[in-house]
């Protein structure tokens, strides 16, 4: 069965330093998420994108992020300049209909 | 802002008997709902879905059951097995398609 793939599985960077975070959904996925737990909390909604074009994104989503499908495979996820708190677990989602919504195996990301 | 570390609510349960696993949702306006089960350094599994105009949805060994009326949400897991042990969220939509996750409930399956 098919399944929502993330690379890398753990990204370590340097605070202030730009990182992308990887995703290949379903082939026949056509709506796009991203969502960030950061550890012991809630996942928390970031963004979904749909027919190319941001349909959705919350209050943690701001300037330093933006998200990209360059060439209908992957979804990227970019942190321009990361901080500290930028620390957590991004999953990857996926769906067919507006309603499903399947998850990758994360990345997790460490800011020092 | 929120605390750092949550602590979640543990369910124990005997492996071999049902679990239910409660949630109570925050908007009204939400219209579909979704349970996951999170293991450990993985993400979120799809368990089962409901949407607001029904009150109970069966799947294999799970039903949910949606009160409306209290904004509340539950998980029945029948014969639990040890590989039931996990973290449990229910999610709901709403917006355009953004879910909001619960806090979570631990269930630990007891050989």
């Known amino acids: 069965e098919p399944e929502v793939t993330q690379t890398p599985s753990h990204q370590v960077t340097q605070m202030g330093q730009e990182v992308i975070l990887r995703c290949v959904p379903i082939?026949?996925?056509?709506?796009f998420y991203w969502y960030r737990q950061i550890l012991g909390q809630k996942v928390e909604f970031l963004v979904s994108?749909?027919?190319?074009?941001?349909?959705?994104k919350s209050e943690i989503f701001d300037d330093q992020f933006s998200v990209e499908r360059p060439d209908g495979s992957n979804f990227t996820l970019k942190i321009r300049s990361t901080k500290l708190e930028d620390s957590a677990m991004y999953f990857c989602?996926?769906?067919?209909?507006?309603?499903?919504?399947?998850f990758g195996p994360g990345t997790r990301l460490t800011v020092l | 802002g929120e605390s750092v570390g949550l602590h979640l609510p543990t369910l124990s349960v005997q492996e071999g008997d049902n679990s239910i696993i409660n949630c109570a949702y925050s908007?009204?306006?939400?219209?579909?709902f979704i349970w996951y089960k999170q293991e450990s350094g993985k993400g979120p599994q799809f368990i089962i879905d409901?949407?607001?105009?029904?009150d109970k949805r069966q799947g294999q060994r799970v039903t949910v059951l949606l009160n409306k009326t209290v904004k509340h949400l539950s998980l029945q897991i029948a014969a639990t097995q040890p590989g039931d042990s996990a973290v449990y969220f229910c999610?709901?939509?709403?917006?355009?398609?953004?879910?909001?996750f619960g806090k979570g409930n631990q269930v630990v399956v007891i050989p």
């Open positions: 989602a996926g769906g067919q209909d507006y309603n499903e919504q399947f």
């Open positions: 082939s026949n996925h056509l709506y």
């Open positions: 994108f749909y027919n190319n074009e941001i349909s959705e």
């Open positions: 908007n009204s306006a939400s219209d579909y």
């Open positions: 409901i949407r607001s105009n029904m």
């Open positions: 999610a709901e939509k709403y917006g355009n398609n953004r879910l909001a």
